[in-house]
């Protein structure tokens, strides 16, 4: 159907509040992805789950980082004690399949302020 | 880790052919990729190459020699709404991103 959705799309804060980012991934997609871009700069990875399962949470920044998958589909990504350096555009994808050749399909991303 | 270096920003005419290049340093990958992301919007995918040498789709072609670590993403044909930022990545499950080109084209 549709393409990845994410809501909301922007979202303003302020420090040490915590937020919840959510990404609604392509139906049947069972790859997803989170990215973090911060103004100017390349897509940094964060977490991948495959399913429900995350098996690379390798780019999450710290401990106030999480993220959870249910039913196959929707994901959550929550920031705890936002900070000022977590303000950036946080974008999702979506792929059919575990494969590494892949397409990633990015949905238009929540931009975060803290303020 | 993966690193990737790309040029910050090309400037061109309308109708014009521009190349980016992506030279990398990784530890091992599957393939490199290209995308294509308008100002506020979604990365969009372009292009993938898993082996040595161009693909090919319509007015952009890929390339990528292993050997050298080296890729670059042809652009021809430029038109307007090709002004954007372009993005080449490592794949090997996720996506590694280099800092990203912006392109204008001028008339």
């Known amino acids: 159907g549709a393409g990845v959705s994410q809501s909301p799309s922007n979202k303003v804060t302020e420090k040490g509040k915590d937020v919840e980012l959510r990404c609604d991934p392509i139906?049947?997609?069972?790859?997803l992805y989170w990215y973090r871009q911060s103004l100017g700069q390349g897509l940094e990875f964060l977490i991948y789950?495959?399913?429900?399962?995350?098996?690379?949470k390798s780019g999450l920044p710290s401990d106030r980082f999480s993220a959870e998958r249910t039913g196959g589909s929707v994901s959550t990504l929550t920031i705890q004690r936002t900070q000022q350096e977590d303000s950036a555009v946080y974008l999702c994808?979506?792929?059919?399949?575990?494969?590494?050749?892949?397409?990633?399909?990015f949905g238009p991303g929540t931009r975060l302020t803290v303020l | 880790g993966q690193s990737l270096e790309q040029p910050s920003e090309v400037t061109a005419v309308e109708g014009a052919i521009v190349q980016i290049n992506c030279t990398y340093q990784?530890?091992?990958?599957?393939?490199l990729s290209w995308y294509q992301q308008h100002d506020g919007g979604a990365p969009t995918f372009l292009s993938y190459?898993?082996?040595?040498g161009l693909e090919e789709t319509g007015r952009f072609s890929s390339f990528l020699s292993r050997s050298d670590s080296y890729g670059y993403l042809l652009l021809q044909e430029l038109q307007m709404k090709d002004s954007a930022s372009y993005f080449c990545?490592?794949?090997?499950?996720?996506?590694?991103f280099g800092a990203g080109t912006t392109v204008t084209v001028r008339a």
């Open positions: 789950f495959q399913g429900n399962s995350a098996p690379d």
């Open positions: 990545a490592l794949n090997d499950y996720k996506l590694s």
């Open positions: 994808a979506s792929s059919p399949r575990d494969s590494f050749t892949d397409t990633q399909y």
């Open positions: 190459n898993a082996l040595d």
């Open positions: 139906s049947g997609h069972t790859a």
């Open positions: 990784t530890s091992g990958f599957y393939g």
